[in-house]
């Protein structure tokens, strides 16, 4: 009997153990599992808010919307450097701090600058912070270079991705010269549009219609014609490429991804240099189609004279 009752609390000896060993083993995975979740969790924590590598302090933004006027939203230096947290700018221009850019976002509105049909979401450069008055010539020499991509573009009816203007250098007359040809504003052409143009870069130019056109001549828009145009080889779709924009007196070039060149060394380029210039980045937008738009993202944008 004894050893009858020996045997059963061996027995259950043996069962307490196993289930306590089982038990142990449930309790060590489900922490093994619990701390992989918590540092998958901690992973996320530490990921990185990426910021775009631009400084806006010499640089105005344009917006697609319209002020009480009639006439598109500008936000000037200081103010610019707080727009991502301004109320008006945030639908047009906005941090995407997963790709580390700006996202400059323009569609059809009623908000249009001066001659042209078309609205944009772009930066005007401002050598002297909130003043318009003071630009740079070829003679001068000047240099941009940005990182950017496009982020998303609507097509048109013929299923081909809409265009739009992404760089540019744009002509302006001092006020003597203004004065002199009688005209209400100091715009003059732009010499420079880069395009994003159904996954290509596309360049235009200005050329004279009279190489023989005086000085004071060449200051009125019409004195000056869009040349053929210039498609670089590389396609660049949706993805990250760079631009770099070099003028120096009587030349301009154009490169794309430090791979491609484009050389502008004429007697157009060397008459234009009777202009005052300045330039612009962002998201020209060239439609006006029903619930069309376009998204530029900019990673980096760097200006030096």
């Not at 760089?167 to 549009?193: F, S, V, Y």
């Not at 019409?222 to 009587?250: C, I, M, P, Q, Y």
């Amino acid at each position: 009997m004894k050893k009858f009752r020996k045997e059963i609390l061996i027995t259950i000896l043996i069962v307490f153990l196993s289930v306590n060993a089982i038990s142990q083993n449930k309790k060590s995975s489900v922490t093994e599992s619990d701390l992989k979740t918590e540092q998958k969790h901690k992973k996320k924590k530490k990921k990185k808010v990426k910021l775009p590598k631009i400084d806006l302090s010499h640089w105005k933004v344009t917006l697609p919307v319209a002020n009480e006027e009639g006439k598109p939203i500008e936000i000037n230096p200081p103010e610019i450097l707080d727009f991502a947290s301004n109320e008006i700018a945030k639908p047009y221009m906005y941090i995407d701090s997963t790709k580390g850019a700006i996202v400059f976002h323009a569609m059809p509105t009623d908000s249009k600058t001066k001659n042209t049909k078309y609205t944009r979401s772009e930066l005007r450069e401002q050598m002297v912070p909130g003043d318009n008055n003071t630009n740079w010539t070829f003679a001068d020499g000047a240099y941009m270079k940005g990182k950017l991509a496009m982020d998303a573009t609507t097509r048109d009816s013929d299923g081909k991705y809409h265009r739009t203007i992404i760089m540019q250098i744009h002509g302006r007359l001092t006020n003597e010269q203004r004065d002199l040809i009688g005209e209400d504003d100091n715009n003059a052409p732009p010499m420079l549009k880069i395009y994003w143009d159904k996954g290509k870069i596309r360049v235009k130019t200005k050329v004279l219609k009279n190489l023989n056109a005086t000085d004071e001549e060449l200051l009125h828009e019409d004195a000056w014609d869009n040349d053929d145009g210039f498609n670089f080889e590389e396609e660049v779709g949706f993805r990250k490429f760079t631009l770099e924009v070099k003028v120096s007196e009587g030349k301009m070039v154009i490169v794309l991804n430090g791979n491609e060149f484009k050389v502008y060394e004429s007697i157009h380029i060397r008459r234009w240099g009777v202009f005052e210039n300045y330039f612009k980045a962002g998201n020209y937008f060239q439609s006006r189609d029903e619930g069309s738009f376009s998204k530029v993202r900019f990673y980096e944008l760097e200006v030096s004279h």
